[in-house]
């Protein structure tokens, strides 16, 4: 087997109607050389895990792994970085609002030293509510944790396994994101940023991003765990 150098992990909660045109795009990018597919079916209630089976059945490269019962987007992209094989690991998302193809261009962001970089993409192509949320949670953040800190939640994000490695008591929710970044921010990894197009939602709904109501709940979650991000960091 060929070394991978490349594991890139991707969350399925209940996204059957993505799948097809998921695995064609993942198709395409393991056909580079030295690049894994991680599918993590995360808890998922429809017929994903089925479809799964049947579409993985003839491929190379792109392998899934079952989370029983979902506990959440953080704990599926944990559970599928610990079952990958990369020298270099990442992930993004299963709904091809970004194409899983653009983390070809991440890869390149890597030099010899890649122990201390840390690559994330930067989307454009937005609606304008979605841009000015960012905006406010990116400023809101980077005054709290006292570290620029911009486009959090941007995928894909790609690292070292040996950062991996150091992470202690990663969150289980979205606030992943904003963890993995705020260490490599705080390592003083050297953050590489990339363009990548934010297309429309082709199948179902966002788990979060549905309303107003659902922001605001996800605003609440994200200032208590940065609330102790800010506290471990007064205590250093």
């Excluded at 089925?50 to 079952?66: D, F, K, M, P, Y």
């Excluded at 070809?104 to 201390?116: C, E, I, M, T, V």
């Amino acid at each position: 087997m060929s070394p991978i150098r490349l594991s890139l992990v991707i969350p399925c909660y209940n996204e059957a109607a993505s799948l097809p045109a998921l695995l064609d795009r993942c198709a395409s990018l393991v056909a580079h050389p030295g690049i894994e597919v991680v599918l993590v079916d995360n808890g998922s209630t429809d017929s994903t895990p089925a479809l799964l089976t049947e579409l993985l059945a003839a491929q190379t490269n792109i392998r899934s792994v079952r989370v029983e019962q979902n506990q959440g987007y953080g704990y599926g992209i944990l559970f599928g970085l610990r079952a990958a094989r990369g020298e270099l690991l990442g992930w993004t998302h299963a709904d091809l609002q970004t194409d899983p193809s653009d983390v070809l261009r991440g890869l390149a962001l890597f030099d010899s030293n890649a122990r201390n970089v840390f690559v994330k993409g930067s989307r454009f192509g937005r609606p304008v509510g979605d841009v000015a949320f960012s905006v406010g949670m990116s400023a809101f953040e980077s005054l709290l944790l006292q570290r620029p800190l911009w486009e959090i939640n941007a995928q894909p994000t790609l690292f070292h396994r040996e950062f991996f490695a150091t992470w202690q008591n990663p969150p289980l929710d979205f606030s992943l994101d904003l963890y993995a970044y705020y260490c490599a921010k705080r390592a003083s990894f050297r953050v590489r940023r990339f363009s990548v197009r934010f297309d429309r939602r082709l199948h179902g709904s966002s788990h979060w991003n549905i309303d107003w109501s659902a922001k605001l709940k996800f605003i609440k979650r994200t200032l208590h765990f940065s609330l102790d991000l800010r506290r471990g960091l007064s205590r250093s």
